[in-house]
């Protein structure tokens, strides 16, 4: 099995910055893709950015966070990062990181297999 755990949520002002982490632990060689979801209340969950676990720094974002957050990953300790930067209102949400054992650049979460519990990104105007 593989757990994830993230953790950096808060509260901030728009136009201000926070930093998500995720630590992977378990079956961890297995997993091909790890990707950053967010989901406001009344709303499905949104793909926000992927990157694989090897092959370089490959990613891939949502339209809505382009030039704004930076997915990332250092292997060596297991973790996955978002780093939020510009933010704005609407990008308030849980925020969750999911993993899965695919080569597969994807923002649909129904092809994640792994799901950590989220962490609450609160953004006031």
């Known amino acids: 099995q593989v757990q994830l755990a993230e953790s950096g949520g808060g509260s901030v002002q728009a136009g201000g910055s926070l930093r998500l982490s995720c630590i992977v632990s378990g079956y961890t060689f297995s997993i091909k893709s790890l990707g950053w979801f967010r989901q406001a209340p009344g709303k499905g969950r949104e793909g926000v950015a992927h990157i694989y676990t090897s092959y370089g720094s490959t990613t891939a974002y949502a339209d809505s966070v382009k030039g704004r957050f930076t997915i990332s990953r250092d292997n060596t300790k297991k973790a996955l990062f978002l780093q939020m930067t510009s933010l704005k209102p609407e990008d308030t949400a849980m925020y969750y990181c999911?993993?899965?054992?695919?080569?597969?650049?994807?923002?649909?979460?129904?092809?994640?297999?792994?799901w950590g519990q989220g962490t609450q990104v609160t953004v006031s105007s």
């Open positions: 999911a993993a899965d054992d695919r080569w597969y650049r994807t923002l649909r979460a129904d092809d994640y297999n792994y």
